[in-house]
Nanobody, 121 residues
Framework: QVQLVESGGGLVPAGGSLTLSCAAS?????MAWFRQAPGKEREFVAA???????YYVDSVKGRFTISRDNAKNTLYLQMNSLKPEDTAVYYC??????????????????WGQGTQVTVSS
């Protein structure tokens, strides 16, 4: 079982930037970020797999960048031009294998506890 620990959330004004990190206790093949706003379902944000293929939900393309440091078993999400609608709890997810449906939570076995991102207008 791989443990995932997110960090880097916080309060930022609209147009600002944040970088989230997710430290994994072991190696994973696929990793992703999801988010969940109050009263809404968990939403796929971005995913990456070896050797660096990435996927993004349309609403964050051009603003968010997912990356990973395999030597450190750490996943990142660089978030720029943040909007109030990006406010949510952000979760890191991982899987020991590739996924057919990258945006589906059931594809990922490991989950972090979440980190709050709040964007003020």
């Amino acid at each position: 079982q791989v443990q995932l620990v997110e960090s880097g959330g916080g309060l930022v004004p609209a147009g600002g930037s944040l970088t989230l990190s997710c430290a994994a206790s072991g190696r994973t093949f696929s990793m992703a970020w999801f988010r969940q706003a109050p009263g809404k379902e968990r939403e796929f944000v971005a995913a990456t797999t070896w050797p660096g293929v990435t996927y993004y939900v349309d609403s964050v393309k051009g603003r968010f960048t997912i990356s990973r440091d395999n030597a450190k078993n750490t996943l990142y999400l660089q978030m720029n031009s943040l909007k109030p609608e990006d406010t949510a709890v952000y979760y890191c997810a991982g899987s020991p294998r590739g996924a057919t449906h990258w945006g589906a939570p059931y594809e990922y076995e490991y989950w972090g506890q979440g980190t709050q991102v709040t964007v003020s207008s």
